[in-house]
């Protein structure tokens, strides 16, 4: 096989591995079954118990997908052991990474939470059963950069929105691309300003 051959083999195994561990994120959020009591996509979610449920179940799915990690690490191994190859390196490059990336933390004294942390989950569910008025009528919704007061446009947590598993009418092959580089992290930092 020639190098150029060799080149795209290893690449393409390589994106094949750390694309695999991210799949059930991308598509199982999406079924419509999953999708009940979510509001559209772009526009801002409600903090309700059905954003609740969701963010627990996608936190469920980013911290088992290291398990999707494993398949390409493990078949990776198994055809580097039988014949040294590129799709094999590629492979195995792929799931090692993504397994290392579900596995070290982001800092030093805390374990691997992904972008949907228990203790984001509560802070959640603590403005949603708050009786702290910011205004007359409260109506928490979470926007991109920010939980906000949709009334009063107060800033209730500076926190931005991670992927809530929303389907995403027309974005195609570039929107499933950002999603599978963003692995469920916001694109945007969180809001620090009001």
């Keep these: 096989m020639s190098l150029l051959g060799t080149v795209i083999l290893f690449t393409c195994s390589l994106l094949v591995g750390i694309a695999l561990p991210r799949l059930p994120l991308l598509i199982i959020p999406r079924f419509p079954v999953m999708e009940s009591g979510m509001h ?13 449920l969701q963010l627990m179940m996608l936190r469920r ?3 088992l997908s290291f398990l999707f990690a494993l398949l390409p690490l493990g078949l990776g191994l198994l055809v580097l052991w039988q014949q040294p190859s590129a799709f094999g390196f590629g492979l195995f490059l792929g799931g090692g990474w993504s397994l290392l990336a579900r596995t070290i933390p982001e800092s030093s004294s805390t374990l691997p939470s992904g972008p949907y942390s228990m203790a984001l989950i509560h802070e959640l569910h603590r403005l949603r059963d708050s009786d702290d008025p910011c205004c007359a009528a409260k109506e928490p919704c979470w926007e991109v950069e920010a939980v906000r007061c949709a009334n009063c446009r107060t800033v209730l947590l500076a926190e931005a929105r991670p992927d ?13 691309f950002r999603l599978l580089l963003l692995d469920g992290h916001s694109l945007f930092e969180s809001d620090a300003e009001d």
């Design 164 to 176: 809530l598993g929303r389907s995403r009418p027309g974005s195609g092959l570039s929107g499933m």
């Design 61 to 63: 799915l980013w911290r």
């Design 40 to 52: 559209p996509y772009p526009g801002p979610q409600p903090l309700d118990e059905h954003l609740i």
